[in-house]
């Protein structure tokens, strides 16, 4: 009974699993079925969502095309109604631009001028505004036409008379004040003060201003300030730029000052040189003259002069030439060194210069790199004392060197002449014992 019991068990067991089997496939089936649904619902609601934004978009695309459409259309009528208008427009000015640009030229070179010009030095101004008509982008009326023109006739009055006006000048201690002043046309200002001096607009300052050194013509000044009838003066046909270029160039002593010790050392050497040199010619003209006096009587032999005494050293036994000629050269010998005493130093002073020279250029540029170095290369004046230096003094070596050469040559050719003289008068003196001695 038990064994047909186990064997029932196990014949119902499986029916049991396989049906629990099925229904959990079956309910598995209906949940996927019920999610697939779902998610189509969802997506054909989505795809209608976008069916509708697609529709919109095209009827927004629509609509965007048909604006361009018009704006192209706008656009090109646009066109040819500024096409119209140009031409419209070129047609009514006609010669009026050309008018307008040489109006504005006009303007600005007259506002160039006038603004630097000495005859606005009292202040007088001008019926045009120069600087709305040169920088005008609109066609000017006929009223500023006519100040222009009037401008330009009031320029070319002022540029041809002699005014005596009272003008702001830069004093002495940087102060201005007002002085009574000449202005011969667009060219000179000239001071009365201090028996007359030439001015100098200053843009800047706004006022006339006296240059750093006044030229040579300033003395003609004071003659033509007091003159009544017809006097000399001098102008500045370059509106102050030669008086300017006058004033910027340094005189001799600054030149020298600008060379620094080295340039003044040089300076001493060439003093030193000349000095060796003249009292060497001096002593030479007084050796030349004294020889020639020994020439014009020679039965006298004295002891004054160089040839003198080389006759007096031939008196005595001339039988033995060969001690005659011994003693004359050592008497010729003797006379050298007055003869030829200097020359070595001036021909020394005549080295150094060029090479003092040398030495001052050398200084010069390494101050002008000091100077590049710690101010930069901007400012071009911060090295012009170091390159005035390295020039001026290469100048001085040379300015010295050259008469010293020139002078120790003219000393050196007259002590040869003179020695020439000694000689020749020495070999005379043993030619005439030895045709002594053959007779």
Known sequence: MRFITTLILAWIAPLVIADTLIESAQQFTRYEQNFDQARLAAFKQDLASQERALQQARSSLAAEENRAEE?????SRNEEILTEKTEALRLRTGSLGEMFGVVRQVAGDLR?????SITRVDGTETPANLDALAESKALPDLGKIKALWQTLRQEASLSGDVAYLTAPVVQADGSTAEENVVRLGAFTVIGTNNGGQYLIADEQLGALRPPYRQPGEAAMLADWLDSTGIALVGLDPSRGALLNI??????????????????????????????IALWRLAALLQISAGMRRQLSDKLAAKDDNALGRVMIASLGD??????????????????????????????????IAPLMGLLGTVTGMIATFQAITAFGSGDAKLMAAGISQALITTVLGLVVAVPLLLLHSWVASRSR???????????????????????
């Open 318 to 351: 001339r039988t033995d030439t060969e001690l005659l000629e011994a003693r004359l050269d050592e008497a010729v010998l003797r006379e050298l060194p007055a003869i030829e005493r200097g020359q070595s130093v001036i021909k020394l002073l005549a080295g």
């Open 71 to 75: 704006l192209r259309s706008q656009f």
């Open 417 to 439: 002449e003179l020695v020439h003289i000694l000689d020749e008068q020495s070999a005379g003196i043993i030619a005439e014992a030895q045709e002594s001695s053959r007779k």
């Open 112 to 116: 160039t001028i006038t603004s630097s």
């Open 246 to 275: 006058e004033a910027a160039t340094p005189s001799i002593g600054e030149r020298i000052q600008q060379g620094g010790t080295i340039g003044y050392i040089i300076i001493a050497l060439g003093g030193v040189g000349l000095l």
